[in-house]
């Protein structure tokens, strides 16, 4: 095969170039690589299948906008990856958001039994309470939120994903949580019987 030993650039620079070849061989030297840190974002394998078809498709569109001098082949290519796999997860963050389990594991109900029927709709107004008072945060606090709670991300770990300060998705994070508590006690819960007024 015609690039199988050419160095990283040089296949960057060939794919630039319209040379098929080339990105063949770049495709099996880190489809894996990419397929591996698509996974760890969106976690399920069909999406990071296409995230990751869909990062070579950029690749040989792109291929000129690669910068040696900056960043090594196998960080850029992560880097393109991290960004359209949350771009995926943003995509389908409504279908991700009605899936999760964190929404039911939430403490609303006793531990002791099943809850009664008006008890289990009060369980199901304030989940689709909080459903909706997470839909109107801003993208990047929903974004952080969804790393954090819904995909059991660290702190430190979104950072990495998102390339931004630590201090920063703390912040974020926080101002996510302290909207939401905000904005959950505008309105009184269905259980709300302390007769405040």
């Known amino acids: 095969m015609k690039f199988e030993k050419s160095d990283d650039t040089v296949l960057i620079r060939s794919i630039a170039e319209a040379e098929a070849g080339a990105l063949e061989a770049l495709y099996d030297r880190y489809n894996r690589l990419v397929f591996s840190v698509a996974l760890a974002i969106v976690s399920d394998h069909a999406v990071a ?3 990751m078809l869909d990062v070579f498709v950029q690749v040989w569109r792109g291929a000129r906008t690669y910068q040696p001098e ?3 082949v196998s960080t850029w290519l992560a880097a393109i990856t991290r960004h359209h796999a949350i771009d995926v997860l943003r995509w389908h963050s409504a279908r991700l958001d009605q899936s999760s389990l964190y929404l039911d594991d939430l403490p609303f109900q006793k531990e002791s039994g099943t809850p009664d029927p008006q008890e289990a709709v009060e369980i199901t107004l304030q989940k689709e309470h909080i459903r909706q008072a997470v839909a109107q945060l801003p993208a990047n606090q929903q974004e952080a939120l969804m790393l954090a709670y819904f995909k059991g ?3 430190q770990q979104i950072a990495e994903l998102l390339e931004e300060p630590l201090g920063t998705i703390k912040t974020r994070i926080r101002g996510a949580m302290q909207r939401l ?3 959950l006690m505008e309105e009184p819960q269905p ?3 302390s007769g405040r007024g």
């Open 49 to 51: 299948e296409e995230v």
């Open 70 to 72: 900056r960043a090594k």
């Open 153 to 155: 991300y660290s702190h």
């Open 181 to 183: 508590r905000a904005m």
């Open 191 to 193: 259980s709300d019987k």
